[in-house]
């Protein structure tokens, strides 16, 4: 399977964007996606997953803020990112795991991965 991700840009403090991941490839067996963030400097992380069954969870410092849905028909993951701050900025991944029994943002869990998206907030 393939991940391709896109809407990343610069945004001022306060406004929003819509990334997406497209999946391609063989995409029978998905158990949970998943979008992770990685600054420069810091450890790579977990910001939103979505499970087969639509159970979704955020990240501490993005709920509220950050909502991840999917879209099956489509093979499509998105990320609506709101209320940016300065410290989103980061490169974001999609992230696709095909098997477990439950779902979380460690990165290891997951297989396959895109190439990331760049976010940039100003102040």
């Known amino acids: 399977v393939q991940l391709q991700e896109s809407g990343g840009g610069s945004v001022q403090s306060g406004g929003s964007l819509r990334l997406s991941c497209v999946a391609s490839g063989d995409t029978v067996n998905i158990y949970c996606m998943a979008w992770f963030r990685q600054a420069p400097g810091k450890e790579r992380e977990g910001v939103a997953f979505?499970?087969?069954?639509?159970?979704?969870r955020s990240g501490f410092s993005v709920k509220d803020r950050f909502t991840v849905s999917q879209d099956k028909s489509k093979n499509t993951l998105y990320l609506e990112v709101n209320n940016t701050k300065p410290e989103d900025t980061a490169m974001y991944y999609c992230a696709l795991r095909r098997y477990g029994t439950f779902c979380d943002l460690v990165p290891g869990r997951f297989g396959f991965w895109g190439k990331g998206t760049q976010v940039t907030v100003s102040s």
């Open positions: 979505i499970d087969r069954d639509g159970n979704t």
